[in-house]
Structure formats: structure tokens, C-alpha cells
T-cell receptor
Framework: AQRVTQPEKLLSVFKGAPVELKCNYS??????LFWYVQYSRQRLQLLLR??SRESIKGFTADLNKGETSFHLKKPFAQEEDSAMYYC??????????????FGKGTKLSVIP | SAVISQKPSRDICQRGTSLTIQCQVD?????MFWYRQQPGQSLTLIAT?????????ESGFVIDKFPISRPNLTFSTLTVSNMSPEDSSIYLC????????????FGAGSRLTVL
């Protein structure tokens, strides 16, 4: 079974402070990890995926297989980063499958 | 990425009734899915909508309760049958496109409230 844990329901930081949104996963194979973001009154959208190894809007996330973690980080938080963030794992349950398991989400609030 | 239109965006329904949610994509997609997000909870996959055949349901979801259609590569419907207050949720259509990026894109969701 695959599971994604986001231990923090709410994270508040001051503008300019570093941000780290935690994500731990449980999966027996080689997972594909994603971060999705939902800004107020907008639809859920992909922020980044681990295989791309890119920085989006200043955010990065490194897959740590030893710690089974995929924490999302940004060195300096901006007010526009306030949103709901979901970590997701894609396991492979069969040919052509695409099942994403989502964490419960962390609401990031950036205080001006 | 594909543009997804879902309707209704929200509805208030009476217990015991059924409601059909439509999902229209502006381009052909390889896979379509239906998710549910209950209040304060994460997203849970209901089923994979298969074109021209029966949907593949996840554990805990059955066709009688959530019949799904997908007559072509760009359209799907999800019906929530015989609704109860526990069915109050946001229902999301999502797709994996043909762009090769192999990324899941979501619709805006349909917020159902069952009284």
C-alpha cells in the first residue's frame, strides 16, 4: 500500500523567512513524487515533480529515499505563496495505471 | 496542458436524489479520473474512466453508487446516486494528456452539498 503523510495541517511563516513543507511517504517500489498547489479560488495545479529536478516559483523538493521524504522548500517566503499544498505519490499498480495518492495537505500562510 | 471544464460547479441536493457531473476536455486525453475531496480531507481516487468500457473503481467505491460514463476521449460523467449528507464533497475530474508530460491536470471541481 502507498501512503503520503503531511504532518502539518497549517504552517505560518513571516514574509522573507524560509519555508519547509514536510512530506513523508510509504511505498515499496520506486515512487514518483509530486507537489500540487491550490491557491485561493483556483483549481489544484502541479507545482513540481521530483523527476524534473527543477525550481518552480523558487520552490525546490529533493527526493530522499533513505528518509522516504520529499520536503518542499523555499528560502524566502512571499505573500503570494499562501496556499494549500499537497504532496502526492504515484505508484505503479499495473500497465497504463496512473494512481496518485495524496497527502492531507498543508495550508501555508505567509504573514506580511 | 489540457483545459478541463466541469459542471455544475456547485449544487445543493436533497437526500435520496442523484446528480450527474460532467467533465469536458478541450483535447483528447489518454486517461480520465474522478476524485473526491471530503471536507477537511485529502483527495481520494474514485475511479478511472475508461473510454467505451466500464470504469475501474477503487476500493470502497462501487458502480451502483458512482456510475461513470466515458463515451469518447474528451468527455466523461460521474453520477452520485441516492445521495446522503455523507456524499457532500468536492468531486474533481482529472486527466493525463497526450502532451507527453504525463502529468495529472485537474478540473475546478464540483462542490456538492446534500441536505
Amino acid at each position: 500500500a502507498q501512503r503520503v503523510t503531511q504532518p502539518e495541517k497549517l504552517l505560518s511563516v513571516f514574509k522573507g523567512a524560509p519555508v519547509e513543507l514536510k512530506c513523508n511517504y510509504s511505498y515499496s517500489g520506486s515512487p514518483e513524487l509530486f507537489w500540487y498547489v491550490q491557491y485561493s479560488r483556483q483549481r489544484l495545479q502541479l507545482l513540481l515533480r521530483h523527476i524534473s529536478r527543477e525550481s518552480i516559483k523558487g520552490f525546490t523538493a529533493d527526493l530522499n529515499k533513505g528518509e522516504t521524504s520529499f520536503h518542499l522548500k523555499k528560502p524566502f517566503a512571499q505573500e503570494e505563496d499562501s496556499a494549500m499544498y499537497y504532496c502526492a505519490l504515484r505508484g505503479y499498480s499495473g500497465a497504463g495505471s496512473y494512481q496518485l495518492t495524496f497527502g492531507k495537505g498543508t495550508k501555508l500562510s505567509v504573514i506580511p | 496542458s489540457a483545459v478541463i471544464s466541469q459542471k455544475p460547479s456547485r449544487d445543493i441536493c436533497q437526500r435520496g436524489t442523484s446528480l450527474t457531473i460532467q467533465c469536458q476536455v478541450d483535447s483528447q486525453v489518454t486517461m480520465m479520473f474522478w476524485y473526491r475531496q471530503q471536507p477537511g480531507q485529502s483527495l481520494t481516487l474514485i475511479a478511472t474512466a475508461n473510454q467505451g468500457s466500464e470504469a475501474t473503481y477503487e476500493s470502497g467505491f462501487v458502480i451502483d453508487k458512482f456510475p461513470i460514463s466515458r463515451p469518447n476521449l474528451t468527455f466523461s460523467t460521474l453520477t452520485v446516486s441516492n445521495m446522503s449528507p455523507e456524499d457532500s464533497s468536492i468531486y474533481l475530474c482529472s486527466v493525463v494528456g497526450l502532451s507527453g508530460a504525463n502529468v495529472l491536470t485537474f478540473g475546478a471541481g464540483s462542490r456538492l452539498t446534500v441536505l
